[in-house]
């Protein structure tokens, strides 16, 4: 499935799932695979991610559930020494960490098993793709990454938090990064994201500017053709200093229309560090079709711009 009004020097080959060299010895260099998942009934949100820093030796990544508002379920995260082998870092297409972590390819580009298991949270799920991944221009996320995909799906399996379990299956988003990762001064990022199990999917790049949130690329699928958004504006209803309806409205380079109206179920909202504020909800959308949409809305802001609005200082995790 091609995605119409991509540039067509962005592409995606099964060589993306594996590890990029890094093109210099930035510390910095990062690469990055997340794969969210949602309890729908019950407002849950649960991330796995695993990231490497090969210039720094270092790997890393978390397992987290949450709901409400910063209410963590569980919480299995990591920081070790590169698992490498030789000079070489570990296979992310078969990805078999020490504590039980383990992502496997199982198709390239298009399906994925995630197993982990702690006392806290164990799961095993897969995830398959029902668009091929797009790509994304680095100067959408300046300072983020110098490459980077993202590619909705659904998700099946099983999830244990504490001592319950639940079945899964949701739609869903993937996303994987990599580059150096430098934070700018004055940082002001956004993004949200929906799924349909019918096949309905949008993804939003939003670049915050004076009091408006234009959407400046991503992607809308619907009626199995994709195209690249190119126009379009986000707008965010607040419940004080957080988001509690989101209304996407943007074109697409086959010349359709997207409305996409969410209502915030949960939220995390945290200080993440290197003068870096995250807040991201769990939404559903209504994309018009009749089914729930399931994803999130995102905000990146620096801590001190936040700060300076008037907001209250967020927490450390």
Same mark, same amino acid.
């Given at each position: 499935?091609?995605?119409?009004?991509?540039? *067509? $020097?962005? !592409?995606?080959?099964?060589?993306?799932? #594996?590890?990029?060299?890094?093109?210099? @010895?930035? &510390? %910095?260099?990062?690469?990055?695979?997340?794969?969210?998942?949602?309890?729908?009934?019950?407002?849950?949100?649960?991330?796995?991610?695993?990231?490497?820093?090969?210039?720094?030796?270092?790997?890393?990544?978390?397992?987290?559930?949450?709901?409400?508002?910063?209410?963590?379920?569980?919480?299995?995260?990591?920081?070790?020494?590169?698992?490498?082998?030789?000079?070489?870092?570990?296979?992310?297409?078969?990805?078999?960490?020490?504590?039980?972590?383990?992502?496997?390819?199982?198709?390239?580009?298009?399906?994925?098993?995630?197993?982990?298991?702690?006392?806290?949270?164990?799961?095993?799920?897969?995830?398959?793709?029902?668009?091929?991944?797009?790509?994304?221009?680095?100067?959408?996320?300046?300072?983020?990454?110098?490459?980077?995909?993202?590619? *909705? $799906?659904? !998700?099946?399996?099983?999830?244990?938090? #504490?001592?319950?379990?639940?079945?899964? @299956?949701? &739609? %869903?988003?993937?996303?994987?990064?990599?580059?150096?990762?430098?934070?700018?001064?004055?940082?002001?990022?956004?993004?949200?994201?929906?799924?349909?199990?019918?096949?309905?999917?949008?993804?939003?790049?939003?670049?915050?500017?004076?009091?408006?949130?234009?959407?400046?690329?991503?992607?809308?699928?619907?009626?199995?053709?994709?195209?690249?958004?190119?126009?379009?504006?986000?707008?965010?209803?607040?419940?004080?200093?957080?988001?509690?309806?989101?209304?996407?409205?943007?074109?697409?380079?086959?010349?359709?229309?997207?409305?996409?109206?969410?209502?915030?179920?949960?939220?995390?909202?945290?200080?993440?560090?290197?003068?870096?504020?995250?807040?991201?909800?769990?939404?559903?959308?209504?994309?018009?079709?009749?089914?729930?949409?399931?994803?999130?809305?995102?905000?990146?802001?620096?801590?001190?711009?936040?700060?300076?609005?008037?907001?209250?200082?967020?927490?450390?995790?």
């Amino acid at each position: 499935m091609t995605i119409e009004g991509n540039d *067509p $020097g962005l !592409v995606v080959t099964e060589a993306d799932d #594996g590890f990029h060299p890094p093109t210099s @010895d930035d &510390p %910095t260099w990062i690469e990055t695979a997340w794969f969210p998942l949602w309890l729908p009934e019950r407002d849950v949100s649960v991330h796995t991610r695993v990231w490497f820093r090969p210039n720094e030796g270092r790997q890393g990544g978390a397992v987290t559930a949450w709901t409400g508002e910063n209410r963590y379920l569980a919480h299995d995260g990591w920081d070790d020494a590169l698992d490498a082998v030789g000079d070489a870092p570990p296979s992310l297409r078969d990805l078999r960490l020490a504590n039980g972590f383990h992502l496997e390819c199982l198709e390239p580009l298009h399906r994925y098993r995630i197993r982990h298991r702690t006392d806290r949270v164990e799961l095993d799920v897969e995830f398959e793709s029902c668009m091929e991944p797009n790509p994304v221009p680095p100067e959408e996320s300046p300072g983020m990454f110098d490459g980077h995909l993202e590619q *909705p $799906g659904r !998700v099946t399996g099983r999830v244990r938090l #504490g001592a319950d379990w639940f079945d899964v @299956d949701c &739609p %869903t988003v993937r996303d994987r990064s990599w580059g150096p990762r430098t934070m700018r001064p004055g940082l002001r990022l956004g993004n949200a994201h929906g799924t349909t199990l019918d096949g309905r999917s949008f993804f939003a790049y939003v670049n915050p500017v004076a009091g408006r949130e234009p959407v400046t690329g991503g992607y809308w699928l619907v009626d199995g053709r994709a195209a690249r958004l190119i126009a379009g504006e986000r707008r965010t209803e607040l419940d004080g200093d957080f988001p509690r309806r989101v209304v996407i409205e943007a074109t697409d380079a086959a010349g359709r229309h997207l409305r996409a109206e969410g209502t915030c179920r949960n939220r995390q909202a945290v200080d993440a560090g290197h003068d870096l504020y995250a807040v991201l909800n769990l939404v559903q959308w209504d994309l018009g079709s009749g089914e729930d949409g399931w994803g999130e809305n995102h905000d990146i802001w620096s801590a001190t711009d936040w700060v300076a609005a008037g907001r209250a200082p967020l927490g450390r995790r």
